[in-house]
């Protein structure tokens, strides 16, 4: 089967990315959520991303502009999906919300259709059975910014049928990615699994008053050559990611620990609204955070 037309559930920061950049590479997209007002944002994104595919990757302004044209945008999910070749879903990261998404899904969706999730901590199997189609279900994670961190992720289960999964790793490819194949179900993927235990240190370290925010940024800037340390890099992916992680740690190993990271996130990040840079203020304040001061490691 050759994808053509690609649905993508979840217009928030990577589904109106996962939306622009496939349209970008000359795939019909449709870009679905649940409320016209968030879709009239994700709009709003999409022009935003013109200029920094312009400032990036050095694209052409009439390829952005097409690439606009090839979305479109809706609320009803019949419609959403009636043509559908592939589907990538980027809802919420709630193992139930997913499972009624699919549940739901399952019963409008054309057979050929390939359904992927960009879940970056839920395993596939524990909602396969909920798409009614679990040999055509897959992982397809993409990581932030993926014009420029252009690495997907593909990660089948136990009962994703082989040649499935090879398809959508030649439909990353078609986009521009770095593909990295997955032969064995792990949380967190290789990116996350190198990411998560990083940004857990930083954190720990921060919650147990052992260095300030700035501090273990520049530790690890400095020693490492690196553009950033954790905690910034914690306001790029989120706290509401971030809290999300150590939610789904807490639930599968039942550990205290996990527990307290869990808390101490929603304390002092989820509940302040102090979700990083999309709410202006995580670590660090935004714009113009204290890491990108040209003194900042002086």
Known sequence: MKIKNVTVFGSGVLGAQIAFHTAYHGYDVTLFDIKEELLENAKLKLEQFKALYQQDIKAAPADLDAAVLRVNFTADLPESVKDADLTIEAIPESIQIKKDFY???ALLAPAKTIFCTNSSTLLPSRFAAQTGRPNRFLALHFANYLWKNNVAEIMGHATTDPEIFEQV?????????????????????????????????GLDLYRNGVADAASIDKTWMKTLGADLGPMAMADLVGMTTAYNVTTSFAELTGEQLWKDRRDFLKENFIAKNKLGISTGEGFYSYP???YEDVDFLK
Do not use: H
């Open 103 to 105: 549940t739901r899904l």
């Open 169 to 201: 790793v030649a439909f990353a490819k078609t986009i521009g990615m770095l593909t990295i194949p997955i032969y064995k179900e792990q949380p967190g993927y290789v990116m996350n699994s190198l990411l998560v235990p990083w940004l857990i240190a």
């Open 288 to 290: 113009d955070p204290a």
